[in-house]
């Protein structure tokens, strides 16, 4: 049987992820914006009826190629083996050199899967809806090297929250909570709790300290400082823009 998985394993990667578009749902686009952007990624089919009994995306990369692969799939629910190739491996579980053993213990059934939350976010400004997209790691709004402090509402639920005058802010996923949230004094989140958590960067109030909320709110952040050249970030996406609503 693993004879089986490396041969798939070995067949181009844009043969195997059009093969693989109509059972995972994916538009003909994405399967071409993939196979460009994923030199190093396979789409490996197991048989039916085999432990994991469905597509299995296998990543070879670090943690951007992770992070991209999420955000690609979005609502799609497909295991992800991840395989470091890169510079970074935190959300790889395994290094290259154990990639044949690590596919011998997953049709062997020896696997647990991990669910990791995801951001849907929407990108207004005034009344026009500019962007929509999920994340897997962070949304983050900053501002440019050369502006100041900008003033930023945050609002829970349709409640207000606070009114953070910072550097920016982020909103982090359990997953994301390691990376720019931690670095901006933020809290490690275990990655099977259902959280988020909003941090501001280098706030002008001290008491304006990093807020844990449940992963089912609906976070709306407005920019309300003008005249400063302020980015809205989705993992590695750029936009910019005057009103940011999470949904």
């Not at 578009?21 to 196979?35: F, I, M, N, Q, Y």
């Not at 597509?55 to 955000?71: E, F, H, N």
């Amino acid at each position: 049987m693993l004879d089986f998985f490396v041969d798939n394993l070995l067949i181009a990667v844009e043969a195997k992820i059009v093969a693989a578009r109509d059972k995972v749902g994916l538009r003909h686009e994405e399967t071409l914006s993939c196979a460009r952007t994923f030199a190093l990624a396979a789409l490996a089919l197991l048989p039916t009826g085999e432990d994991v009994g469905q597509v299995v995306l296998v990543v070879l990369g670090g943690d951007g190629t992770m992070i991209a692969t999420g955000r690609m799939l979005g609502d799609i629910q497909v295991p992800v083996i991840g395989v470091n190739y890169g510079g970074l491996g935190y959300l790889a579980e395994f290094p290259i050199e154990e990639l044949f053993p690590a596919l011998e213990g997953i049709l062997a059934g020896k696997y647990k899967v991990q669910q990791r939350l995801m951001l849907g976010v929407e990108l207004w400004r005034g009344e026009e809806l500019v962007t929509r997209n999920r994340v897997l790691n962070d949304v983050v709004v900053n501002k440019s090297a050369l502006a100041r402090i900008v003033e930023i509402e945050a609002y829970l639920n349709e409640q207000f929250v606070n009114l953070f005058r910072a550097d920016g802010l982020i909103v982090a996923t359990p997953t994301g909570s390691t990376a720019y949230n931690l670095s901006a004094g933020g809290p490690i989140i275990f990655p099977s709790m259902n959280a988020m958590v909003i941090t501001p960067i280098c706030p002008f109030t001290l008491s304006n300290r990093p807020i844990v909320v449940p992963d089912d709110s609906v976070i709306e952040v407005r920019l309300i400082t003008e005249k400063e050249e302020v980015a809205l970030t989705l993992d590695p996406a750029i936009a910019i823009g005057q009103s940011v609503r999470r949904s």
